[in-house]
């Protein structure tokens, strides 16, 4: 059977993520790896998971934890969101929060929910690659966000317009940004809700390292700020997408929606219509754990990933050749280099895991036109000091080859 005579035209734009076939090198003991953004499984609390899961499963009420469940999710979990929410200044109840599977299923929620082919999202250059593969799916027409740009919202709205369709969105991750590290200021944050209110648009806040700051002051949520403009939840544009995975477990795939009901109903149903509900066994458990050692252990995380960060930035200034720049981030998990122009990132992995045996991301895929080229991201976060040393020492010394390389005059 010819399957393309049966695939929706979508699937054209779908591709494989980079970063998911880099991971298959942590498996060759030899590579150093600072490629997957992933959380360090030494620090997972598995011990407090291990009695939160035998506590779920003990006693006469241990049947509900293998039992179906309602798509808004597990009730005590949403009313510990809804606490640590109003802590970081976005007041709500569980009413306004949606269990997903991951914040992962909440980017393909909300892009099935807003995007008709050929309508705009607004998104940051470089972005999330998860997000663009997510998004990729509804047919959209990408254009470049930057709050504090020169553009005007009609110049946007008639760009899109000009495509056929219309803007609908603006996707950013405000807070220690994946792939640069970088975070949007108090001032970018506001610029960024006028521009939404003149377009008439959502906002998706992905805040998945939100609670990973290692230094400088916090800068309220976008969600916060819009919800001091307007008093009430019900009349805010910006919806909050937040995830366990980066600060308790990964593999359990549990992240949440804060958003106006609206929002919240509407994806609700497609809940229904996907998976039912998120799995109310991993929700159990990750209730158990955030209250029990949440804030005992972000701290712990962020006093060793800001160590790996530290080591990162200082072994970069010493090793990379004249031409490189790279990001300072305050928190998170990345770095983002900047090479000279006319190198090739891509090409650079193929012959730093030939020859150096050090691994990164290359960063055309976090852009929407797949441009910038000469751009890479480096994670810290599953590096020890060491390991960290050394990697850079190796990249290093590869881009001065290559640099010298290009510099070389030409026989003849």
Do not use: H, K, N, T
């Given at each position: 059977m010819d399957w393309q005579n049966v695939l929706a035209a979508r699937n054209g734009r779908m591709k494989a993520s980079e970063i998911r076939e880099l991971l298959k090198l942590l498996?060759?003991?030899d590579i150093l790896s600072f490629a997957g953004g992933i959380p360090d499984p030494a620090l997972f609390p598995t011990e407090t998971f291990r009695d939160a899961m035998t506590e779920?499963?003990?006693?006469?009420a241990s049947g509900a934890a293998l039992q179906y469940s309602v798509s808004e999710g597990y009730l005590p979990l949403r009313d510990w969101?809804?606490?640590?929410?109003?802590?970081i200044g976005i007041p709500c109840t569980a009413q306004d929060v949606l269990i997903t599977s991951g914040s992962q299923q909440a980017l393909d929620y909300l892009g099935k929910l807003m995007l008709d082919p050929g309508d705009t999202a607004l998104v940051t250059w470089p972005a999330y690659m998860g997000a663009l593969g997510a998004f990729n799916a509804y047919q959209p027409?990408?254009?470049r966000l930057d709050p504090k740009g020169n553009r005007t919202s009609a110049d946007i709205a008639e760009a899109a317009q000009a495509d056929g369709g219309r803007v609908k969105f603006a996707y950013l991750s405000a807070d220690f940004a994946n792939p640069t590290g970088e975070t949007l200021d108090r001032a970018g944050r506001e610029a960024l809700l006028d521009l939404a209110e003149e377009l008439d648009i959502a906002v998706i806040e992905d805040a998945a390292y939100q609670?990973?700051?290692y230094d400088g002051e916090p800068v309220p949520p976008i969600l916060a700020l819009e919800l001091a403009r307007k008093g009430d939840l019900q009349e805010c544009r910006t919806i909050y997408s937040g995830s366990f995975s980066k600060v308790l477990s990964p593999g359990l795939r549990v992240g949440w929606v804060v958003a106006a009901r609206p929002v919240i109903q509407q994806l609700v149903l497609m809940k229904q219509a996907a998976d039912l509900h998120s799995p109310t066994l991993n929700q159990i458990a990750t209730n158990h754990v955030a209250r029990a050692i949440f804030d005992d252990h972000v701290a712990r995380l962020r006093t060793t990933y800001a160590a790996r960060r530290d080591a990162m930035l200082s072994a970069l200034a010493r090793y990379m050749p004249e031409g490189v720049r790279f990001t300072k981030p305050e928190g998170g998990m990345f770095v983002w280099l900047t090479l000279p122009p006319g190198m090739d990132a891509a090409e650079l992995l193929a012959q730093s895991l030939k020859t150096e045996r050090v691994a990164f991301v290359p960063g055309r895929a976090f852009f929407a036109d797949g441009s910038n080229g000469n751009t890479l991201r480096l994670s810290?976060?599953?590096a020890n000091a060491a390991q960290i040393e050394e990697g850079m020492k190796r990249l290093g010394r590869?881009?001065?080859s290559v640099g010298a390389?290009?510099?070389a005059p030409v026989a003849g």
């Open positions: 498996d060759q003991p779920a499963l003990s006693g006469p969101i809804a606490g640590r929410m109003a802590q027409r990408y254009d609670a990973l700051r810290f976060s599953c590869l881009l001065s390389r290009s510099e």
